[in-house]
């Protein structure tokens, strides 16, 4: 069974402009959350969909989106890229959401630099 | 702000000794989980204790849970090289659903 898929892998991208990340769940799993890490703030939740809606929101600006397929698979969007945003960005996913009894399965993440 | 605290934040030992890092935590919780990050991947689940649990084991892991205190400790046993990663304490942050990570303990295994 394939694990979590991230793409892409590395990014870079300038100040200004626009990203769109992309996760592709374990097969069978509906939920998909989004994290951010960074050395500073270590890691943040960004936001979790399930069922191509999204139940829970992290404290993070507008600027920060994110969407769910039917198949699961789930892309998020940082819009005006500032400095602060180079991070490794996360995905996990798990069979159903929000019960937090169920373990993670996380991606290798994309790692984004703003230039 | 980070529901769980890990301490120590760096750790570094001999292969073959004991690696016991700690996690705090602030508000109640039904289960805490532990997860290994190797450098720059993603995280892999170790081991759920849930909040009526004291004790747990898994292979070389064992995981204790004190609710009074609110603190966790993961001790490895035997440690390897490959037990090289950062470790990271979650909880459901008073059931809000979500899993909320402390900062992370970063563990070197010297051979």
């Known amino acids: 069974k394939a694990g979590v898929t991230q793409t892409p892998r590395y990014l870079i991208k300038t100040r200004g402009q626009q990203v769109t990340l992309s996760c592709s769940p374990i097969?069978?799993?509906?939920?998909v959350s989004w994290y951010q890490q960074t050395p500073g703030q270590g890691l943040q939740f960004l936001f979790e969909y399930f069922s191509e809606t999204q139940r829970n929101k992290g404290n993070f600006p507008g600027r920060f989106s994110g969407r769910q397929f039917s198949n699961s698979r789930s892309e998020m969007n940082v819009s005006t890229l500032e400095l602060g945003d180079s991070a490794l960005y996360l995905c996990?996913?798990?069979?159903?959401?929000?019960?937090?009894?169920?373990?993670?399965?996380f991606g290798s993440g994309t790692q984004l630099s703003v230039l | 702000s980070q529901q769980g605290e890990e301490d120590p934040q760096a750790l570094s030992i001999q292969e073959g000794e004991n690696a016991t890092m700690n996690c705090s935590y602030k508000?109640?919780?039904?289960?805490l989980q532990w997860y290994r990050q190797n450098s720059g991947r993603g995280l892999v689940h170790l081991i759920l204790?849930?909040?009526?649990?004291r004790e747990k084991h898994s292979g070389r892991l064992r995981v204790t849970l004190d609710t009074s205190k609110k603190s966790s400790s993961l001790l490895i046993t035997a440690s390897r090289a490959a037990d090289t990663a950062s470790y990271f304490c979650?909880?459901?942050?008073?059931?809000?659903?979500?899993?909320?990570f402390g900062q992370g303990t970063r563990l070197t295994i010297n051979p």
């Open positions: 979650a909880t459901d942050s008073g059931g809000a659903q979500k899993l909320v």
């Open positions: 204790i849930r909040s009526n649990e």
């Open positions: 097969s069978g799993h509906r939920s």
């Open positions: 508000t109640s919780i039904n289960n």
């Open positions: 996990a996913s798990s069979l159903v959401p929000g019960l937090t009894n169920e373990k993670l399965f």
